[in-house]
C-alpha cells in the first residue's frame, strides 16, 4: 500500500510541480505527517525532492528530473480502457488518435496488462445517447474542439429558442460536454458564463485572439452548478393531481427524473381504491398537459383550474374520436 502511494505522491509531484504537503494530503487522502514520511522515504530512495520554503513554497523535484516508472496496477489498465469512448472521440476528430494511443500503450505493457484492457473492450461498451433518440448532427464540434484546446475565441450564428432566433456571439469558449448524447459548450460572452448546444450552431469561425479563461476555473463544478440551475429553475409552477398508485410507480420510467421525484417524495397515501393525491411540478400549463397526458387515465388534475380545463378539452375531443363500443 506504502509503495503505491510513493509512487502517486512522486507522480503528483512530476505532473504538477510544486505542491505543499497539505495539497500532497488531500490528493492522497492521508494526513500531512504521513506526506512528510513518503517524502523522506523518496530523499532516502534517491529521488531529487526538495522543499522551498516561504508562503509560495512546497515540494518539487529537482529540474528535469522525470521518471518512467508508472507501477501501473491491473486494475488501473481496465480503468483505462473502459475510460475510452470511440463514439465521442470521433466526433471530436480524435477516433485514429485515440485509437493509436491504445495500440501504443498496449504494445508497452506486460502482456497480462495488455491482454486485460483487450478484454475490456471485448466486455463493455459505451453507448452515450438516450433511448429513440437519433445523434444531433454537430458539424461544427471538431473545429470547436479545437479552438478550446488552443485558447482561441469563436464567433458564432447560433439558433436559440426565443426571439430573434438567429443570433451572432463572440464567445470565449472555456470546454466542452457531452450530455446524454448531446453536445454543450461552456463559454463567456461579455463575461457571462453560459451554455450553448453545440448542435444549434449554424457557422462558426475561430478568431486569433486568445481566451479570457478565469483563475481557477472548473470545467466539472461549472456544469454541475448549470445543471442544478437548470433543474431548480425550469419547473416555475405546480400541478395537484390525484393519481393512481401504479400511475406513481410508473412516473419514474415516463418523467423527467426531477418530476418524478418531487411527485413521489409528495404522495399521500393510497386509499382503498388505490387512488392518492401527489403535487407534480412542471414548467408551464402545457407542458403539465403534455407530460401528464402519458399517464391516461391513471391521474386526475385538481389544479390549476387552466390545466384542467386543457385536459377537460382533451378528454371531449377524444371522446369524440373513440365513442363508446356498444353494450
Known amino acids: 500500500m ?6 502517486s505522491l512522486l507522480l503528483f509531484l512530476q505532473t504538477r510541480g510544486r505542491m505543499t504537503a497539505q495539497e500532497l494530503a488531500d490528493a492522497l487522502e492521508v494526513s500531512v505527517r504521513t506526506v512528510y514520511r513518503d517524502v523522506e ?18 515540494y518539487r523535484l529537482l529540474d ?4 518512467r516508472l508508472t507501477g501501473m496496477t491491473p486494475a488501473e489498465v481496465e480503468a483505462l480502457f473502459l475510460a475510452g469512448m470511440p463514439g465521442p472521440a470521433a466526433e471530436l476528430g480524435l477516433g485514429s488518435v485515440l485509437a493509436a494511443a491504445e495500440l501504443k500503450m498496449r504494445a508497452a505493457l506486460p502482456a497480462e496488462l495488455s ?36 485558447d482561441r475565441r469563436v ?3 447560433y439558433r436559440r429558442w426565443r426571439a430573434p432566433r438567429e443570433v451572432s456571439r463572440v464567445l470565449d469558449p472555456f470546454g466542452l460536454v457531452l450530455k446524454a448524447g448531446r453536445w454543450y459548450l461552456v463559454a463567456a460572452v461579455d463575461g457571462a458564463v453560459r451554455t450553448y448546444r453545440v448542435g444549434a450552431i449554424l457557422e462558426l469561425v475561430t478568431l486569433d485572439e486568445p481566451v479570457h479563461r478565469p483563475d481557477g476555473f472548473d470545467l466539472a463544478r461549472c456544469w454541475r452548478e448549470h445543471a442544478d440551475r437548470y433543474e431548480q429553475g425550469v419547473y416555475r409552477a405546480q400541478a395537484r393531481v390525484r393519481m393512481t398508485a401504479a400511475a406513481l ?12 421525484r418531487a411527485a413521489r417524495s409528495a404522495a399521500g397515501e393510497p386509499d382503498a381504491a388505490g387512488w392518492l393525491l ?5 414548467e408551464s400549463v402545457k407542458h403539465g398537459h403534455i407530460e401528464l397526458l402519458k399517464l391516461g387515465a391513471e391521474v386526475e388534475v385538481i389544479d390549476p383550474p387552466e390545466l384542467r380545463e386543457r385536459f377537460t378539452a382533451t378528454a371531449h375531443r377524444l371522446a369524440a374520436l373513440y365513442p363508446a363500443p356498444p353494450q
Open 2 to 7: 506504502r509503495a503505491s502511494r510513493l509512487v
Open 41 to 58: 522515504a523518496l530523499g532516502a530512495s534517491g529521488v531529487p525532492v526538495y522543499a522551498e520554503r516561504g508562503p509560495a513554497g512546497g
Open 64 to 67: 528535469g528530473y522525470r521518471t
Open 115 to 150: 491482454d486485460r484492457g483487450g478484454r475490456i473492450r471485448q466486455r463493455f461498451h459505451l453507448d452515450a445517447p438516450t433511448w429513440f433518440r437519433e445523434p444531433e448532427p454537430t458539424p461544427h464540434l471538431p473545429a470547436l474542439a479545437e479552438a478550446v484546446w488552443s
Open 155 to 157: 464567433r458564432v450564428r
Open 249 to 260: 410507480e410508473l412516473m419514474p420510467f415516463v418523467f423527467p427524473p426531477a418530476m418524478s
Open 278 to 282: 401527489t403535487t407534480v411540478p412542471i
